[in-house]
């Protein structure tokens, strides 16, 4: 099994990309549009984040702190994985990388290139003017970095969160696509026992993770999860309130023993706070 995720700016060359590699190594592409369709039934259209695109203004600082971010993610990262526990996949979109990136075969790309390049291709693909094509760069850069803050609290353009950075103007697209099926190629990439477990652990800890976001009795729990998909436990850690510790604990357990795969819970309770 492969999984490879591009990010990039406004370029639309992710799209050729993904195709172009998913023709080489016989994977499927999947979109951001298609992670959320699937996430409808994890509740994401409750949350009021998965109807905006990275076009749009992100989030106001207090929306960061709110249970709907926390629910948001958790439906997003289960639909993704869902993707890839059925097949090899190449995803363009982004952020994935900060949702999967702990599964060792993951590959991560990063697509860039000089600002002259980008506003030169964007005129051509679009046939708009030099200044509403530099406004849109603009607002698109500033909107992409607000996303990265809001959901993760991190850079998206650091290269250190990437395996591999491609500059579009001197790495055309065949080139892109055969270097990156050269190294998905290699043993490292590659998918083996050991890796599978990780991603079906991470599968599993995701999928309880969305199921406390669901459920009104346990939305908004700040809690820590270790899975062993192998023997469908799970380890709940969290913040236990001082008034309620029985109760969070039991509705925590009531509501991950509807989820098939899970055998085992075991929580482990820090208390801080209030239950009500």
């Known amino acids: 099994m492969k999984i490879i995720t591009i990010?990039?700016?406004?370029?639309?060359?992710?799209?050729?990309?993904?195709?172009?590699?998913?023709?080489?190594?016989?994977c499927s592409v999947v979109t951001r549009e298609d992670v959320l369709k699937a996430a409808e039934k994890y509740g994401i259209k409750d949350t009021g984040l998965g109807d905006l695109s990275f076009i749009e203004k992100a989030p106001s600082f207090w929306d960061k702190m709110?249970?709907?971010?926390?629910?948001?993610?958790?439906?997003?990262?289960?639909?993704?994985?869902?993707?890839?526990?059925?097949?090899?996949?190449?995803?363009h979109g982004h952020l994935?990388?900060?949702?999967?990136?702990e599964i060792p075969f993951v590959l991560r790309v990063l697509l860039t290139a000089p600002d002259d390049y980008r506003i030169k291709t964007l005129m051509a693909e679009g046939g708009k003017t030099k200044e509403e094509v530099e406004m849109y760069i603009k607002l698109i850069d500033e909107r992409r970095e607000k996303w990265s803050?809001?959901?993760?609290?991190?850079?998206?353009?650091?290269?250190?969160y990437y395996d591999i950075v491609f500059?579009?103007?001197?790495?055309k697209l065949d080139l892109a696509a055969e270097l990156i099926t050269g190294i998905v190629s290699c043993e490292s990439f590659n998918s083996n026992t050991d890796s599978?477990?990780?991603?079906?652990?991470?599968?599993?800890?995701?999928?309880?993770?969305?199921?406390?976001?669901?459920?009104?009795?346990?939305?908004?729990?700040e809690v820590e999860?270790?899975?062993?998909?192998?023997?469908?436990?799970?380890?709940?850690k969290g913040n236990t309130p001082k008034v309620g510790s029985r109760m969070w604990e039991n509705d925590i357990k009531a509501v991950l023993s509807?989820?098939?795969?899970?055998k085992n819970i075991k929580v482990i309770k820090s208390i801080v706070g209030y239950y009500s």
């Open 96 to 101: 994935a990388q900060f949702l999967i990136g």
């Open 196 to 221: 599978m477990k990780i991603l079906k652990n991470l599968h599993l800890a995701a999928s309880a993770k969305v199921h406390l976001q669901q459920s009104p009795r346990t939305r908004g729990s």
């Open 7 to 26: 990010s990039r700016g406004s370029l639309s060359a992710t799209e050729k990309l993904a195709t172009e590699i998913s023709k080489r190594i016989n």
């Open 225 to 236: 999860i270790e899975a062993d998909a192998s023997t469908g436990s799970v380890i709940i």
């Open 149 to 160: 803050h809001f959901l993760y609290g991190v850079d998206w353009k650091n290269p250190s």
């Open 66 to 91: 709110s249970d709907r971010r926390k629910h948001y993610i958790a439906c997003f990262q289960t639909a993704l994985l869902d993707f890839a526990m059925n097949d090899s996949i190449v995803y």
């Open 167 to 171: 500059n579009l103007e001197k790495i």
């Open 258 to 262: 509807d989820v098939a795969e899970i």
